[in-house]
Nanobody, 124 residues
């Protein structure tokens, strides 16, 4: 089981930026597909972005494409989500997740381990 701890959330005005981090407590971090999901009040959890173990394959939800950038540092056991040009509709709790599948996936059920989430609030 992988312990995941997110950080970097907060309150920002529309158009601003935040960088989320997710630290993993595993020696085999470099073998995991890592993903970011979010859940807004009253809505289902939705896929945001995912990255393969090497960083060579990356997926984004259409709603964040061109504004968000996912990256990882396997030496630091950390995955990042750089969020630019934030909009009020980006307001949600953001979760990172780890999957031991070989391929990058956007399906939440394919991820085995989840962090506790970090709140992102974008004011208009």
């Amino acid at each position: 089981q992988v312990q995941l701890v997110e950080s970097g959330g907060g309150l920002v005005q529309a158009g601003g930026s935040l960088r989320l981090s997710c630290a993993a407590s595993t020696r085999t971090f470099s073998t995991y597909v890592m993903g970011w999901f979010r859940q807004a009040p009253g809505k289902e959890r939705e896929f945001v972005s995912a990255i393969s173990w090497s960083g060579g394959t990356i997926y984004y939800a259409d709603s964040v494409k061109g504004r968000f950038t996912i990256s990882r540092d396997n030496a630091k056991n950390t995955v990042y989500l750089q969020m630019n040009s934030l909009k009020p509709e980006d307001t949600a709790v953001y979760y990172c997740a780890a999957s031991n599948l070989a391929r990058v996936t956007v399906v939440a059920g394919a991820y085995d381990d989840w962090g506790q989430g970090t709140q992102v609030t974008v004011s208009s």
